[in-house]
């Protein structure tokens, strides 16, 4: 038997095809088919083909998270059409606009599992290997398609290791891991390519940070990533409501084949940043430290769990939001932000002057949080894309958690290490 | 049927790592209509790329064509605006798979896309796999059988209906 990595023993198994090598295209049948705010468009494809008998119901999983609640009457009516088809057709996984940000809720109620293939009409459906599945992300019709007829088209891919070890300095995190990969490898580094990651670092990560990872892969343009399942993911999972005896792990082979291995040293990284206007541009923070921000934006599947809240809260504590500076934060999902709530994590954000929104993909879709012409925003998303939020001629950079909430402190672009060295004094 | 997978026409040029925010900004996501779309389609970069877009037949572009969201309204505001094929040295698998399953030709040449001048002609025969610009022509494997029959139907959905028409499944 050759030895395999994770996406080929993913595909093999969703498609039931054996022996599967890079380069080979087969019909995989997902699991669950994730659409979010995007659910209207493939309801109204749907009726074009007219059909109304679904392959498996119970894969569907809709969630209104991109523009909740709704900010005018068109996205009204298309929220109102997903409820109306969630109900006719008795789709049981259906979030409304109170949820959150897709990706969070379905891994929070348990309905993604280790092994399971994935697809969701969000580009960062890649996160799903924080929790051992593979996800990846397709346009809308291909959902309907699915829904149909419960397939895609998928080739396999070549898979490149990425291997972390050592602990991080105090200041950095798991964000600015990937951000520093993704300045190094380019934002087509990976393209097509399963990600696996690997090493004494990433087998400390907490799920959170698995999922700031698998999420950000994308942005080096991979197909899926992956963290290998462990006591941490089962400890999740339980959490979840996912029974033990229903998962179904699996792991890559010993001696599995590789088109690259490529590593990075833990302790010697400092906070990173993302500047204007791709991912890929990345600097330490020193290299920008003093530049004008007008806002602060905590959000996005890649930096708004709990944790990051916590470590946001953590930094600001005995601080106040720079005058004239506006920091938003935007929890991942409603358990995250009743979790934030009871431990007093929200009222620590709001007394140091940030503005809490209700949980969603938010600013981050350009749904609030808009700048004007020759504004700056730092955000803790995963794009800062021209004219992603508000103004084309706004400038968007990306850090950390703890990078965003230092530099909210002083109004320019800080490292975090600074602030928490004040504290320490103090 | 040889002439309908040739398409072709006058180009503009990108560089590289062109985004789906910079191809259709997220704010025009709440249509799907193409020509609706196609009035937004590459806003950012301003009116007069605009302008020049909605008078070419085929997109030029550098590495990691469409990289970013899944948006599929980054294939189809192309479409609206009256472009036949894109070619790039490469793209995002994302936008490639939209591309494919709205019936756009998508095509992956590093050589042809650097052999393109802005303004100049270029023609695309997806099924023999060649581009054509400035006299020469640059052969690229063809697409997979799955690949070719979703574009010889226009697009992956009315594929599906084809097939069901048909009685297959």
């Known amino acids: ?426 | 049927m040889g002439s309908e997978h040739r398409v072709g026409g006058k180009v503009i040029t990108f560089g590289e790592n062109v985004n789906t925010d910079v191809i259709i900004p997220g704010r025009y996501l709440v249509s799907i209509d193409p020509a609706e779309l196609a009035e937004h389609a590459f806003e950012p970069l301003g009116p007069e790329t605009q302008e020049r877009l909605r008078a070419s037949d085929v997109v030029v572009a550098g590495r990691n064509f469409g990289c970013g969201s899944a948006r599929e309204q980054a294939a189809t505001c192309l479409i609206g605006a009256g472009i036949k094929a894109v070619v790039a040295a490469s793209f995002s698998r994302v936008f490639f798979r939209n591309a494919i399953n709205t019936g756009l030709v998508a095509v992956e040449s590093p050589a042809a896309a650097e052999a393109a001048t802005d303004g100049g002609e270029m023609w695309v025969d997806y099924d023999a796999g060649t581009v054509e610009v400035g006299g020469q022509t640059f052969p690229f494997s063809p697409y997979p059988q799955v690949l070719r029959e979703i574009m010889a139907d226009g697009g992956l959905i009315p594929h599906l209906m084809a097939s069901f028409a048909g009685g297959k499944q």
């Open chain 1, 1 to 426: 038997m050759t030895a395999k990595t994770f996406a080929q023993k993913a595909i093999e198994r969703a498609s039931g095809v054996a022996d599967l090598v890079p380069g080979q295209i087969v019909d995989a049948f997902p699991d669950l088919y994730m659409s979010h705010t995007a659910s209207w468009r493939c309801i109204r494809t749907l009726e074009k083909m007219g059909v109304e008998q679904l392959y498996d119901v119970d894969r569907v999983a809709m969630v209104m998270d991109h523009l909740s609640p709704a900010m005018n009457a068109k996205t009204a009516a298309d929220h109102a059409l997903c409820r109306e088809f969630a109900q006719k057709m008795g789709v049981k996984n259906f979030f409304d606009v109170n949820s959150g940000i897709a990706h969070i809720v379905l891994m929070e109620h348990g309905l993604v599992r280790p092994g399971q293939f994935i697809i969701g009409t969000d580009s960062h459906s890649t996160i799903y290997g924080a929790l051992g599945a593979f996800g990846t992300g397709v346009g809308f019709s291909e959902i309907t398609a699915a829904w149909v007829t419960g397939k895609l088209w998928v080739k396999v891919p070549e898979s490149v290791r990425i291997v972390i070890d050592g602990d991080l300095a105090p200041g950095v995190y798991a964000k600015d891991i990937m951000l520093k990969l993704i300045g190094d490898l380019g934002a087509d580094g990976l393209t097509y390519e399963s990600v696996e990651f690997s090493g004494s670092y990433v087998e400390g990560m907490s799920v959170s940070e698995r999922m700031t990872f698998c999420n950000l892969a994308m942005e080096m343009g991979a197909k899926n990533a992956f963290v290998a399942p462990d006591d941490t993911t089962l400890a999740y999972l339980d959490e979840a409501g996912v029974p033990r005896d229903e998962l179904d792990i699996l792991l890559p082979d010993e001696g599995a084949t590789y088109r690259a291995t490529v590593r990075l040293d833990g302790p010697t990284l400092a906070p990173q940043i993302a500047v204007p206007h791709t991912v890929d541009n990345v600097v330490g923070v020193g290299d920008v430290a003093g530049t004008k921000l007008d806002q602060v934006f905590i959000g996005s599947c890649a930096n708004a769990k709990y944790d990051d809240l916590v470590i946001a809260a953590d930094v600001l504590a005995g601080h106040r939001v720079a005058p004239g500076l506006r920091l938003i934060v935007t929890p991942a999902s409603a358990k995250i932000m009743a979790q934030a709530s009871d431990s007093g994590v929200l009222t620590k954000l709001i007394q140091a002057g940030a503005m809490i929104t209700n949980p969603g993909c938010g600013a981050c879709a350009g749904n609030g949080g808009a700048m004007a012409d020759g504004e700056t925003t730092l955000s803790t998303a995963n794009r800062n894309f021209q004219g992603r939020m508000g103004s084309y001629d706004s400038k968007i950079f990306l850090s950390s958690p703890a990078t965003a909430a230092a530099s909210a402190i002083r109004g320019v672009i800080t490292d975090p290490r600074e602030i928490v060295a004040t504290a320490v004094v103090a």
